[in-house]
């Protein structure tokens, strides 16, 4: 075991995700499949396990049974050292209500915080697609004395309008966070580039507690880690922002060193998974040294292709059967069936999705259990497709869990 503080580490997972719908219609956001195996909090529970933070709380609300029966099964830690990751829905501690923000969140489970009493607390959303070690900014808000640590990603200047920014001193200390600001400013050694906030936080456990609880006692609040708790902490000057590109992971390739993907929408969900695909991937799932750690269903065999079918440019997980049809730049997850004659390309397939015989599926987005019947077209007829499924401003059609097609 590594030596490190009593850290206490908290995944904020009770977003409705309604950017996401149809794919959020059955389920929690963070229990959204992703790249075939994956779900997309395994990316955040996978950074936090692999760096030797063990005590982890998930906060759920909205639709979390799928979510809640992913964590029991694929993430069960247990020992002598108490380590855990555990769910905690909304528990109305305080009131017959739901978390009205994500601080409010925090708030209710305050007992949690009490429980484990630790030095620092992190506080992590559940949503994005990444690796990172948070070791090292825990290393970084220790050294820095603050409040609070953001994590940032610098973003060309230029697109800085779509994101909460931050403005920092050349020491690392926030001078300002703003959300969405017509001018964004540069970084302290780059002009044209900007700190986006990442969602991610390392708390000193006194200064959590004193925020939040002042947070609940002002009645104009939105209760928002990023809108109300951060921007108290910059005014008393205990904010500091953590540099992402300083984040090492053992493993990385300087092609997917520093990504971090915000798939909140239908776009940036599918252009995420596109990025597996490569031949060599702006994201590699293939890292042994920083693994994903998701469920695995042993009991399903390897993917078989039969009758001449064939896959180009794709993923496909196990137990998928590609039974004469073709499949190109796509991701299948597990227990699909592409039968005769289907073409599958530039889409991206739950668990258990049918193809039938001579069906077409192009540029698209099916969630689990769809059935496309024998001959139908999903894709290329964007007025069609707009009648009868959601069809993103990007183009991407997204089917809903369970129908037949």
């Known amino acids: 075991m590594r030596s490190q503080p009593h850290v206490l580490s908290i995944v904020l997972a009770g977003g409705e995700g309604k950017r996401l719908f149809p794919l959020t219609e059955d389920r929690a956001k963070p229990a959204v499949p992703f790249g075939g195996s994956y779900r997309l909090i395994d990316f955040v ?35 002598i050292t108490g380590q855990y990751v555990t769910p905690v829905p909304a528990q109305q501690r305080l009131g017959k209500r739901w978390f009205t ?7 209710q489970s305050l007992n949690l915080v009490y429980d484990e009493d630790p030095e620092y607390v992190i506080v992590f959303g559940a949503d994005h697609v990444y690796r990172m070690d948070p070791e090292q900014m825990l290393d970084a808000h220790i050294q820095s004395g603050a409040g609070v640590t953001v994590a940032g990603i610098r973003v060309p200047r230029s697109e800085a309008s779509a994101f909460g920014v931050i403005d920092a001193d050349e020491n690392n200390r926030i001078t300002e966070f703003l959300e969405k600001p017509a001018d964004p400013p540069g970084t302290p050694d780059d002009p044209d580039s900007t700190f986006a906030s990442m969602g991610n936080y390392v708390f000193t456990t006194s200064a959590l507690i004193e925020a939040i609880k002042r947070d609940s006692e002002d009645e104009n609040s939105d209760h928002d880690m990023g809108g109300n ?3 108290m902490l910059v005014e008393e000057g205990e904010a500091y922002v953590y540099d992402f590109k300083d984040n090492y992971v053992p493993g990385e390739t300087e092609r997917d060193k520093g990504y971090w993907r915000d798939v909140g929408t239908i776009d940036a969900f599918y252009e ?20 994903i750690h998701t469920f695995s269903e042993e009991n399903l065999p390897p993917a078989k292709f039969v009758q001449g079918g064939i896959a180009q440019a794709s993923m496909v997980g196990a137990g998928t059967i590609v039974s004469g049809g073709t499949v190109r730049n796509s991701v299948l997850s597990t227990n699909v069936v592409i039968e005769d004659g289907a073409t599958v390309e530039g889409s991206v397939l739950f668990p258990g999705v049918r193809v039938g015989r001579g069906a077409v599926v192009r540029h698209a987005i099916l969630d689990k259990n769809v059935v496309v019947s024998d001959g139908a077209i999903i894709g290329g007829d964007p007025e069609r497709d707009a009648e009868r499924f959601k069809v993103s401003p990007g183009g991407v059609v997204a089917v809903g869990k369970g129908q037949v097609i």
């Open 229 to 231: 708790i951060i921007p």
């Open 272 to 291: 995420a998974n596109m990025d597996l695909i490569s031949v060599h991937p702006v994201f590699n799932l293939y890292n042994k040294k920083w693994p």
């Open 101 to 107: 923000g994500s601080a409010d969140a925090i708030l």
């Open 45 to 79: 529970l996978s950074n936090l396990v692999n760096a030797g933070f063990l005590k982890i709380c998930v906060l759920t609300q909205y639709k979390s049974h799928s979510l809640d029966r992913h964590i029991s099964q694929a993430w069960q830690l247990s020992g």
